[in-house]
Nanobody, 116 residues
Framework: QVQLVESGGGLVQPGGSLRLSCAAS????????MGWYRQTPGTEREFVAT????????RYADSVKGRFTISRDNTKNTIYLDINKLKPEDTAVYYC?????????WGQGTQVTVSS
């Protein structure tokens, strides 16, 4: 079983920054990719960013390009999401996803609220 623990969410003012972390543990043997998704009440979970484990190639949703940066620490099976220039529309629960052996596992999510 895989456990994913997100952290780093909180309340931040518009224009501010946050760093989210997601640490993977348990039955980790060959990660293909990890990524971040977000969801607001009444909407579907949407893609934010992903990083290919081998090589570190990243991909972003158009809505976050230039403001969000995903990175990884292979030694810790951990990914990060640096979020800058936060906007109220970035308010959501942010979920971490891990893909290995054709299977996806999800974390419990961390709330990010952007408000003055």
């Amino acid at each position: 079983q895989v456990q994913l623990v997100e952290s780093g969410g909180g309340l931040v003012q518009p224009g501010g920054s946050l760093r989210l972390s997601c640490a993977a543990s348990g039955r980790i043997f060959n990660i293909a990719a990890m990524g971040w998704y977000r969801q607001t009440p009444g909407t579907e979970r949407e893609f934010v960013a992903t990083i290919i484990w081998s090589g570190g190639i990243a991909r972003y949703a158009d809505s976050v390009k230039g403001r969000f940066t995903i990175s990884r620490d292979n030694t810790k099976n951990t990914i990060y999401l640096d979020i800058n220039k936060l906007k109220p529309e970035d308010t959501a629960v942010y979920y971490c996803k891990l893909v290995q052996a054709g299977r996806a596992d999800w974390g419990q999510g961390t709330q990010v609220t952007v408000s003055s």
